[in-house]
């Protein structure tokens, strides 16, 4: 006992100094009860295998699916543009809108996501982001406590009560805890954020890097971009490849892309965007993006019975009428080509861009002038600046040819900030898929094989763009931390340091009734996860709680969900929740900022919450 209080003292104060990776303590302090002999391996790896554990990995793939198609910001923006410049209204709809994403993703990903929306809006309207973006952060967490998969202190208690054979709590079965927190927060913070009174003007920091649209834009390239349907079943371009109608040569005309729909039906139709390989077979329907002189693309259009589609007609249903490069799996990227380069009085054509790399050029920078037209026979010059467009790998894969030109920039790095949003509605099915077999009690599927089904469903249909990306969206840190802290709470159960603790507060608060003991409870977890992450508190605390309960012979079930909201409800520090610290240097925050005003929500919150929950879950 004393050996597994020495650990665990010295874990706690590890994570409060936050001069070690949580992580890194985490593992060791799993190591310590190993070498102790106060678990067996099986017990103490067993974290690593837990159902929760395995779930937390699949929502991460998730919401790293959502975030990648667009989804959440398209959703979001369009809901934050009914606030128009209302601060009251934009107010609610940051706090309504933020704890609605926050039911299904993670805290710190709503607030990344939110963030730059909030702000622009904030702009627009006239306000201060000072007073939006501290109940931007704090709504997240509200948001987080209204479904099972909303935080990780939800899932730890849940797992609690199902390990001591109690019924594991549902989906929505802390739907009403959020509202009751989200109700609290919105009263306390529309008069309290006043306090947040602006520190003055932030300076722009200048803009060095130019967006994907804006580069295009500058070489002109869509002055020069046609559209041509497809339509007519009867096209003689059906059935051969762009080789095959050799139309450079015969029109001299660039087919920079082709997009085709796909989809078994209308609501679910997504749109393929394609470079136009050469071995790429053309079909009824299909839309290619031509560049070239308007007489010679008209001619083209009569001799294979195409039509000319102008800025009023959609290609594809429910798809943009006008004609723009989208940068979904295709991009592009400036190339500069060096002084020593074997490139130099090579055309276009000789080098063999589209063979060797399967990259179109879609422009030339020479100095000051833009070359545009007949870029085939163009022969390159030292300092030329080629832009060019192909898939982002190969594009990335050019790099390699650093004797010859440099690629400006980092195509996979701006390949990860592209949101694939013609994903967008493959992803709002996989999601509404998944809540529907958790929430359904007639679907017989497990929680974790639903959100196991839908990350691997984010992945096979490319709303993740790979599986490197699918690993990149999961926080590894928080992982480990969590699968790597839950031994512990056995091994406080095993050598009886929990039932310790819980005589301790049941003999100090129990004599007093369970609403004093389930008071007790939410202060310490309260007070804990100001110095501690809100994950490795809900483990310590959730099997305390239970302890408690039992001993004095009353429902766990409110004293768990004390746990869960107190775990998640800590507003009086920066540095207690992710959220809380990314809108800290955006707002130009101070630690005292979060003490005038998080605190006293915290407290608040406590006090509701002790009088709720035996309301809504009675002892």
């Known amino acids: 006992m004393i ?42 790896l067993a974290g690593f295998s837990n159902t929760t554990v395995i779930m937390m990995i699949g929502l991460f793939i998730v919401g790293g699916g959502i975030f990648q198609t667009g989804l959440a910001k398209m ?66 967490s509200m948001g987080g406590m209204m479904t099972l998969i909303g935080t990780p202190a939800n899932l730890i208690v849940s797992d609690t009560l199902a390990s001591a054979g109690y019924e594991p709590l549902g989906f929505f079965s802390f739907l009403p805890v959020g509202i009751v927190t989200l109700v609290v927060g919105v009263l306390f913070l529309l008069p309290a954020t006043k306090m947040l009174t602006p520190k003055g003007k932030t300076k722009e920091g200048k803009k060095e890097n130019k967006s994907l649209k804006e580069l295009v834009s500058e070489y002109g390239v869509t002055e020069n971009l046609f559209r041509v349907h497809i339509k007519d ?70 001799d294979y019975s195409l039509r000319l589609l102008d800025n009023r007609t959609d290609e594809i249903d429910g798809s943009s009428a006008n004609a723009s490069l989208d940068f979904f799996d295709i ?125 691997i469903l984010m992945v096979i249909t490319g709303c993740v763009r790979s599986v490197e990306a699918a690993y990149k969206t999961i926080n590894w840190q928080t992982i480990v931390l969590f699968a790597a802290m839950l031994p512990m709470s056995t091994a406080l159960e095993k050598t009886g340091v929990s039932e310790m603790i819980a005589d301790g507060i049941v003999a100090g608060l129990g004599t007093s009734g369970p609403l004093l003991l389930l008071a007790g409870i939410y202060a310490a977890t309260s007070v804990m996860t100001i110095f501690i992450s809100n994950t490795v508190t809900a483990v310590l605390m959730a099997p305390i709680a239970l302890q408690c309960a039992m001993q004095i012979g ?34 130009q925050y101070t630690f005292m900022d979060y003490v005038k005003v998080g605190l006293p929500l915290q407290i608040l919150m406590g006090v509701v919450m002790v009088f709720v929950l035996p309301l809504i879950f009675p002892f």
């Open 331 to 455: 991009g592009v990227a400036e190339i500069l080509i060096m002084p020593s380069s074997s490139m130099i009085n090579r055309t276009i054509i000789e080098a063999g861009f589209r063979s060797k790399f399967n990259v179109n050029v879609l422009g030339i920078r020479r100095k000051k002038d833009y070359i545009l037209k007949d870029l085939g026979e163009v022969k390159m010059h030292d300092g030329d600046v080629l832009l060019v467009q192909g898939a982002w790998k190969d594009i990335a894969r050019m790099k390699k040819e650093s004797e010859n030109w440099v690629v400006l920039g980092e195509p996979l790095h701006e390949a990860a900030k592209v949101t694939l949003d013609y994903k967008a509605p493959i992803a709002a099915a996989i999601m509404i898929g998944m809540v529907v077999m958790m929430v359904v009690e007639s679907i017989p599927v497990a929680p974790v094989t639903s959100v196991l089904l839908a990350a």
């Open 554 to 587: 009353v429902s766990p079930v409110p004293f768990m969900f004390a746990v869960a909201v107190a775990a998640s409800m800590c507003f009086a520090s920066p540095f207690s929740t992710p959220p809380n610290a990314l809108v800290m240097p955006a707002g």
């Open 233 to 302: 079943h009867e096209s003689k371009a059906i059935g051969q490849t762009v080789v095959d109608l050799d139309i450079y040569r015969e029109y001299g005309v660039n087919v920079l892309e082709l997009r085709r729909s796909s989809g078994p039906n209308r609501f679910v139709r997504t749109v393929n965007q394609q470079l136009a390989s050469p071995d790429l077979v053309l079909k009824q329907n299909d839309v290619l993006y031509l560049s070239g002189d308007l007489e010679m693309i008209t001619k083209f259009t009569e």
């Open 75 to 140: 959703i979001g923006s369009k809901v934050m543009a009914l606030a128009g410049n209302s601060e009251l209204r934009l107010f609610l709809l940051v706090m309504i809108v933020t704890s609605a994403i926050g039911m299904f993703v993670s805290n710190t990903g709503t607030v990344a996501l939110m963030l730059p929306i909030v702000v622009s809006m904030a702009s627009t309207a006239g306000i201060s982001p000072r007073r939006l973006l501290m109940p931007l952060a704090f709504a997240s």
């Open 3 to 44: 050996a597994t209080l020495i650990i665990l003292l010295v874990s706690a104060i590890l994570f409060v100094t936050g001069k070690v990776r949580s992580d890194l303590v985490a593992i060791c302090a799993l190591l310590a009860l190993l070498l102790c002999q106060i678990l067996n391996p099986a017990e103490a």
